[in-house]
């Protein structure tokens, strides 16, 4: 089923009931809440990781980061998560890095920016990921000519299909000819795999073992999580997030499309292993006062890949092993995504998945709104089940008090988290708190940041305005949009 032919419903935003200032105050959204050993929450409420594009080329914390992370602080949601961060000490453009001990500087003077600013009522994770090289999709010259290794198949296929021996054809014409070729032709002569190379940009996968750097994963990665962990800790965060969610290594070892062979892919106990094995060398190299817990998909959407039924059989071993939270978010996968233009790289969140993980308000009949937290009850039960407690934290399309209230009521969930709402309005948890719900700017649930994502530009939010430039005398012009919300001042009582 294509994402456009299911997505013919638009739904409004909901009008909302807001709660006075008492009632927010005896809900459960705004109660507080007990992580791990002992950080304690002043509320249930979230802000989850959105990479907002602002670090150095290097990796290092900017100024911009420390405004945008402040700016969230400033509305004092009971958590705020620090973006994936990478653990590796290899470039990885503006996206915040982890994988050495000169980053732990700029990362502390963060923990500081968020402490004050939230006046020490957000309590501040970090959630660390690591990923694997994704292409460009390659001009077709460059990819017939350069990147495409000429095997005997390919010329056997092409034999066939031209009804010409192409056998011991010199190399440079069987390119030539590859290149001319049509797409039909393409799907005849090329594998799977080869196809994707030239049409989304070559991808590795975890089960490329022959490639000595993904069949030696297990043997590095708890290492390269612990030691990120650590410092993450020495820089002040109350808490990590390892990223076991959306495209990335870790979800890719969960996913029921993990067909390893090495003990680490193929049964659910071997999938579930290496995540197993990360979280001990995390927890071990982690005062037992710092929060360690994970984000995991509650159903990657994708076919073949592993579903809720799957996911709450993870889920209970992380509990077994005595992980401090478990964060649900859907989807987001390179299967199903959108093929890039040529000279861009494939994004997960573009394909029906995609949609899933940050379901916009064009729709199916059952709408964006709260559309996940169903499936964190699911999971939530079979922790309960299995005789665990660990708190389970929801997500998607939450974008009102009242959704949030509901799920948590019902039991879906221990915490409740809204990403683009809080990007929207860094304020309106505080804006609820206070019983002024009536003046949140409320998101539009459209995607117009996560499109700069895509781009890599920076975030920023459409219901934001663009900063005034002074020109000669009165006269101003439209400049850029402002790159964090415009600012509230809480009413002096
Ligand atoms: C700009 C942007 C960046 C995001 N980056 C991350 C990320 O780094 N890690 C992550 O787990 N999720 C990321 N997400 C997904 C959100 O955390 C969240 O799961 C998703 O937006 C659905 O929640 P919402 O409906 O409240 O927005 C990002 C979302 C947006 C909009
Ligand atoms: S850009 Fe659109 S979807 Fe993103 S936070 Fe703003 S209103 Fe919401």
Redesign the pocket.
């Known amino acids: 089923m294509s994402a456009s032919k299911a997505l013919k419903v638009v739904h409004a935003i909901p009008d909302e009931a807001w709660p006075t200032a008492t009632q927010a105050q005896q809900s459960m959204w705004f109660s507080a809440f007990q992580l791990g050993a002992s950080c304690q929450l002043t509320s249930r409420t979230w802000v ?4 907002p594009w602002r670090a150095t080329d290097d990796g290092e914390v900017t100024q911009d980061n420390l405004d945008w992370y402040g700016r969230f602080a400033q509305g004092q949601p009971g958590v705020l998560v620090v ?2 961060t990478g653990i590796r000490d290899v470039p990885s453009g503006p996206l915040l890095r982890i994988g050495h001990d000169r980053f732990v500087d700029g990362l502390t003077r963060l923990v500081d920016t968020v402490r004050k600013r939230s006046q020490g009522k957000t309590r501040l994770f970090i ?1 660390l990921i690591d990923f694997l090289a994704i292409k460009r999709r390659p001009e077709p010259e460059k990819y017939f000519a350069r990147f495409l290794a000429i095997t005997p198949e390919h010329r056997a296929r092409l034999s066939t299909l031209d009804q010409q021996d192409w056998g011991s054809a010199p190399e440079a014409d069987v390119r030539a000819r590859l290149l001319r070729g049509t797409a039909e032709d393409h799907d005849a002569v090329l594998t799977a795999r080869e196809l994707e190379s030239l049409r989304h940009g070559a991808r590795e996968r975890v089960t490329d073992v022959q490639l000595p750097h993904i069949a030696s994963l297990p043997q590095v990665l708890p290492d390269l999580f612990a030691s990120a962990a650590a410092r993450a800790q020495k820089a002040g965060f109350d808490g990590v997030e390892l ?1 076991y ?2 495209a990335y290594t870790m979800a890719s070892l969960l996913s029921r499309l993990n067909t390893r062979a090495d003990g680490y892919g193929n049964t659910p106990q071997g999938r579930v292993r290496l995540p197993l094995e990360v979280y001990a060398a995390a927890r071990a190299a982690l005062r037992r006062d710092t929060v360690l817990g994970c ?1 995991m998909l509650a159903d990657e959407v994708v076919d073949g890949g592993s579903r809720v039924t799957d996911a709450a059989g993870y889920a209970v071993e992380f509990a077994r092993a005595g992980m401090d939270f478990i964060s649900l ?1 859907k989807g987001g996968k390179f299967e199903d995504a959108r093929p890039p233009r040529v000279g861009e790289a494939a994004y997960p969140y573009t394909g029906p998945s995609g949609h899933e ?3 916009t308000v064009r729709s199916d009949a059952q709408g964006p709104f709260g559309r996940n937290l169903h499936l964190a009850g699911t999971i939530r039960a079979a922790i309960h089940a299995a005789g665990f407690t660990t708190p389970v934290v929801g ?4 974008v009102s008090f009242s959704v949030a209230e509901a799920a948590l009521q019902r039991g879906d969930c221990d915490l409740v ?5 809080s ?1 929207a309005d860094p304020d309106w948890f505080l804006k609820v708190r206070l019983g002024l719900g009536h003046t949140v700017r409320r998101c539009k649930l459209t995607n117009y ?2 499109a700069l ?1 895509q781009r890599h530009r920076k ?1 920023t939010c459409q219901l934001w305005d663009r900063v005034a430039i002074p020109l000669e005398g009165d006269v101003h012009r439209d400049g850029d949009r402002r790159l964090t919300a415009p600012s509230w001042e809480p009413p002096v009582v």
Request: net charge negative; with cysteine; aromatic share 0%.
């Open positions: 989850p990781a959105m990479v973006e994936a959630q990223h969610a959306h984000r978010s993980c940050m379901p997500a998607g399309g939450v988290a809204a990403a683009r709402q990007l940041c996560e994502d975030v």
